[in-house]
């Protein structure tokens, strides 16, 4: 074992060169086959790497004080002492200590021999078929039962579980992956354990938690820990506003077109995002909150009104350190309203406006009829989570008025003015325009959302569908026109 080092040394050297190689040249077969190598080199690696760190820990434990591997070398425990020399993270070089201290011998109290906590783990990591994250997952799975279920079930369910890791389990047809195997162990700890959920009850409930972060270029970041039937609520009302809609059978062939072109840019994340503000908007709205000062939870945006009227600048929100955007003030401004304050030189409050432009409950519950929901093709959501937006706005003369307001989720009326889509009412009707880029020939299309608005629209056609096998069957009559007998088919 002297030569150890030099050997692992070599054999470095020997992967240097094969790591010269250009993976991009490789044909599917080849580059399949090294990947495959590669990572049964790397399980090799990981058991080494796991065996090196338990050792290292051995030799610098606590009791052996000054005396010990770490403190010699002037670290203070063997994780220090192992970061040091490896470079790695404190996390990575943990789970090979704990791993290792696992999976390797131990020596009772009168210094007789004994197997490893978990022998199977450790004879699978030997021989290079299983890797660091399996072992890991049948490990922390099955150390917390294995003091309450018995040295036998906690052996018979990682022998289980090793085996459907290796693939050479009776009912296994090919190895599971890590993320495959964690859900084994998580059943097989249940099982074992199944009266051990309460005391991690109690440890859940006061680890639970959501907190926002100090913002940050224009980002606050979002931390904490749901518990896991908020989460399922949660995800649940997500997938439900982001799984794909098919077209209704009744939409024409130019709509159906259009809702195939129709295409959100945004990422998953961001998605997430933008319902959950649809979410915290409806909630505001919902009149159901605790109020403030005898107001619903209201969010105060300051702005110069120069910069206001002219488009530029920047606003405040109340709260944050970092300025808004002047598209975002606006967003707010047509979402909200405004209402202006006059200062003085001094700061002192002269003159207080009515607030303005604010539609009434009432108006939003009718335009939520009209539209049915976010008025751009091809967006699912709905309309109780959506924002109004004056088409006109009021510094150009807009009212706020039923005829001047339309449904926008927040993410489309964010980029209203960027997007490319335009809107306009056509009495009292709100009509889209797509990006040239998705409708070159920029046409006007009536937004159809509304679901009594869709059931109009199927019996009209309907009756026009019987109204042509009608006409077809029937001889036109002789006093008809040639161009009135047109327009009749048509």
Known sequence: MENAADAADELSD?????GSMDASCLPDDALIELAAAVERLGRRLDALRVSA????????RSELGAEGLAARKGCRTA????QRITLASGATVDRRIRLGRL???RASMTGESLPAAFPHVAAAMEAGELGIDSASVVVRGLESVRHKAGAIAVAAAEFELVASATGNGPD??????????RIQ?????NYLDQDGRMPDDDIVMKRRSFDLGREREGLVPVRGHLLPEIAGKLITVLDACMSPRTAPAFLSEEERIERELTHDPRTRGQQRHDILAGIIDMAARSGELPAIGGAPPTVLVTVRQADLENGRGVGYLDGLVSPLSMRTVKQFACTGGTQSVALDDDGRIIALGSPQRTFTPQQRRAIAVRDGGCIIPGCQVPASWCEIHHVTPAAHGGPTHTDNGVLLCWFHHRTIASSGWHVRMLSGVPQIKAPPWLDGAGRWRTARRSRTRLMDEVGLRHERRGQRHIDASAPPAKSQTPSTAR???K
């Open 53 to 60: 760190a338990a050792e290292v820990w051995e030799r610098s």
């Open 185 to 189: 162990a998580l059943t097989w700890q």
């Open 172 to 181: 296994s047809t090919m190895p599971c992956t890590a993320d495959e195997l």
């Open 14 to 18: 020997r992967l240097a060169v094969i």
């Open 79 to 82: 994780s220090e002492f192992l």
């Open 487 to 489: 327009a009749i088919r």
């Open 103 to 105: 999976t390797r011998a």
